[in-house]
């Protein structure tokens, strides 16, 4: 069973999340998306069938899963639930959780954008001479975006708004990059390899090395350390890299699965971060971008007008539950809630006296206008 609860509206503090599943896998060529357990990998649920996932991300204040594919960038809770499609010809994705930001890929339009995960305004922010933009990843502290471009894997680098293009490795022949704000290094895969180099492109190092017919098909960061998921004979598995150790374990194999991509679920989501971009929406008409040296700017996003500054309007996700099958079996009914002690559940508490108090507050402010 997997129940996330939700204290207040918003990406705000108070969310908490009691889980037995870990892990989202996609896997190739059509299967879907598969939650399981790292401990109990033959333990697991099948969501979003007969999709074709390029990316995987999970949004650790929300506990939302984000997921790019054939059917454009699209949302859900873990059980596969309440699916919301936000954009299309969306290719590779990345969170920042920080401050409230999705970054993706597009295939078609070889351009880079951004997406508020408040009020999922979104914009173009690059698409100036890009060759086919693939994998991105984060620098969180920095403001910077890197991605691979082109056929022969140039990683480059811009900051979030887009602006200070730098070539920071050429023809690398990288497949997958994630940048590590441990040891501020970035790691990449080159076929059966596991690399790094320092953020500006330079002390570079192979960390790992597999057998011949090895692939390596993703690299991730989380929890302080590197995983990376290979294929090897229609298997796969999955390999942590302790950073600080610079050694390697096998956390899993499965067998006859070509898995693809995989996204980590924290068992405590965290609390919304307070900064100049999330404190009241940055003060922007609709939404915030942080940039180096605590500047920010704010982003009018595609097809809007400045106007006014009004904060948008975020609904409260309704409570998700996850129950795990064995293989061959029928999967329960997805719509089954977890409850409390009155029968209703958690969340449905929360509705109310959200409502009860925007009521209020809308009532107060009514009187204060007529009072002027």
Not at 20 to 33: H, T, W
Not at 307 to 335: A, H, M, R, S, W
Request: glycine share 6%; net charge negative; charged share 20%.
């Amino acid at each position: 069973m997997c129940t996330i609860c939700r204290t207040t509206s918003g990406r705000v503090k108070g969310r908490q999340i009691r889980c037995e599943i870990d892990l989202a896998l996609s896997e190739y060529p059509i299967k879907g998306i598969t939650v399981i357990s790292k401990s109990q990998p033959k333990t697991f649920n099948i969501i979003h069938k007969s999709l074709l996932i390029t990316s995987l991300e999970f949004d650790p204040v929300e506990g939302l899963l984000y997921f790019a594919s054939t059917a454009g960038l699209l949302s859900s809770t873990l059980n596969g639930q309440n699916k919301v499609r936000h954009l299309e010809d969306v290719n590779r994705i990345a969170i920042d959780s920080k401050h409230a930001l999705l970054f993706y890929t597009t295939s078609k339009s070889e351009e880079i954008g951004v997406m508020s995960l408040y009020g999922f305004e979104y914009t173009t922010i690059y698409n100036t001479n890009i060759s086919s933009p693939d994998i991105i990843s984060l620098d969180v502290d920095n403001r910077h975006i890197y991605w691979l471009n082109g056929m022969y894997g140039d990683i480059e680098r811009i900051v979030y708004d887009g602006s200070s293009r730098e070539l920071i490795m050429t023809n690398s022949l990288a497949s997958s990059i994630v940048y590590s704000h441990i040891d501020e290094r970035i790691y990449y895969s080159v076929q059966n390899t596991l690399n790094s180099c320092d953020r500006d492109g330079n002390d570079s190092a192979i960390l790992w090395i597999g057998k011949s017919d090895v692939r390596i098909a993703s690299v991730k960061s989380f929890q302080d350390n590197i995983y990376f998921i290979f294929t090897a004979n229609n298997d796969t598995t999955l390999i942590k890299y302790f950073i600080t150790e610079q050694k390697t374990e096998t956390v899993f194999t499965l067998i006859d699965q070509n898995i693809t991509d995989v996204a980590f679920l924290d068992s405590q989501l965290e609390d919304v971060d307070e900064n100049n971009c999330t404190i009241n929406f940055g003060d922007c008409t609709y939404f915030c971008l942080p940039l180096p040296d605590g500047e920010k700017t704010c982003i009018t996003p595609e097809g809007k007008k400045d106007i006014d500054f009004k904060p948008p309007d975020i609904t409260l996700p309704p409570i998700e539950t996850t129950t795990f099958i064995q293989e061959g079996t029928v999967p329960p009914d997805p719509n089954v809630g977890a409850v409390v002690g009155d029968g209703k559940s958690c969340c449905d508490k929360v509705r109310s006296s959200w409502r009860e108090c925007t009521l209020l507050l809308v009532f107060l402010g009514l009187c204060k206008f007529l009072l002027k």
